[in-house]
């Protein structure tokens, strides 16, 4: 059996143990369409995360099913929330969820799509996917020095950029521009002229990609918000085989699409949970760049955005058993940025990734009634 070399980071794993099991690997691009390549699914042994084998799983753990799990939202750091709403709004999100926190002096937005034609319409907050969480700490709005970190300016690299799909890409794009929003990149810059890059007000990037080849909709002149999809999100990590490891084995993702680069040196990776949708018309992906030779520098590091200065600040998992949930990356080997019983918050856990970036764990509602937000 072919054995795959996994760079761990420390405290990440507990005691590896191997054992055999299927995993989907990324090979060598093999073109099926635009964007796409395809996967083939290899049999080897691969280090497990913590001391416990899959045979002897507690019941706790195994109470907790990943399937269930969600990529509920994203959240970044906001100077203005008016200015941010009206941004996100254009765009067709509505506003899902507020929690304000005046005692601790900041509020929370959570941004989502809800036409009827949505999947997730109609769903309570935590039972969703592709939400965006908009932190506003207040006095910022006033504070003509705060900025926010986009996370794609060195040395505070990290954070990439959200991703929505739209109906008719040049159509989308040219009402943007119209309504005075700057682009990072159009669809006519450079190579790749399928996909753009809007900015939202505090800088970050906000990619824009088509359900339709561009072909198609080249000559068309509306477009519908109510048909847009908060498609992935995209963070740069270290190593590749780090990563893919913890996404897959401690939160549960399955690896759903590689796109290699060898050519300009980076790979990407979309990881997601079960999901009927295909492709662009997917909710709750995350797309992991990784650029070659990263992994080979002792020295090097991401930024995770919430060290200074400040931007991104998390992903989020909802789950179906929140205690049951945290048992089990206990039991896997998980290492805690803030722990179910840590803190005054006793409704939120938050892991860190290879990279450091904060995964912040909730409980999903639907399945299970835990808080009163």
Not at 305 to 332: K, Y
């Amino acid at each position: 059996m072919a054995e795959l070399a996994y760079g761990f980071a420390p405290g990440i794993c507990g005691n590896a143990v191997s054992q055999a099991r299927t995993v989907v690997r990324p090979t060598r691009a093999t073109p099926v369409g635009a964007g796409l390549t395809l996967q083939r699914t290899f049999r080897f042994p691969i280090p497990r995360f913590g001391v416990v084998s899959s045979d002897s799983r507690s019941l706790a753990t195994m109470a907790s099913k990943t399937e269930s799990y969600k990529f509920n939202h994203t959240m970044l750091r906001v100077k203005d929330p008016k200015v941010s709403t009206k941004f996100y709004e254009f765009i067709g999100m509505k506003l899902i969820k507020k929690i304000e926190q005046p005692e601790s002096k900041f509020d929370l937005y959570f941004f989502g799509y809800d036409s009827p034609k949505a999947r997730s319409h109609g769903n309570v907050w935590s039972d969703r996917e592709g939400l965006v969480e908009l932190t506003h700490n207040y006095g910022t709005e006033n504070d003509p020095n705060y900025k926010s970190n986009n996370g794609n300016e060195e040395p505070h690299r990290g954070f990439g950029h959200l991703c929505i799909s739209v109906d008719h890409i040049q159509a989308a794009c040219q009402r943007l521009e119209d309504a005075g929003y700057t682009f990072q990149k159009k669809l006519t810059d450079g190579r790749m002229r399928n996909i753009a890059f809007v900015r939202d007000p505090d800088g970050y990037w906000v990619e824009i990609i088509g359900q339709k080849p561009v072909e198609e909709t080249v000559d068309v002149k509306t477009t519908d918000v109510e048909t847009y999809v908060m498609n992935h999100t995209m963070i740069r990590v270290k190593s590749s085989s780090s990563s893919l490891l913890f996404y897959q084995e401690i939160l549960g993702m399955s690896l759903l699409r590689t796109i290699e680069n060898p050519d300009a040196k980076f790979n990407l990776y979309f990881l997601g949970y079960p999901n009927s949708a295909k492709d662009a018309q997917r909710e709750g992906l995350l797309e992991l760049t990784w650029n070659y030779g990263t992994e080979s520098d002792e020295a090097f590091s991401y930024h995770n955005g919430n060290a200074e200065p400040q931007g991104f600040g998390h992903i989020c998992v909802s789950v179906d058993d929140l205690d049951a949930a945290c048992a089990r990356f206990d039991e896997v080997g998980a290492t805690w940025k803030k722990r179910l019983t840590e803190g005054r918050m006793k409704n939120v856990a938050f892991l860190l990734d290879p990279d450091g970036y904060w995964i912040e764990v909730i409980q999903n509602e639907k399945l299970k009634e835990r808080a009163k937000w």
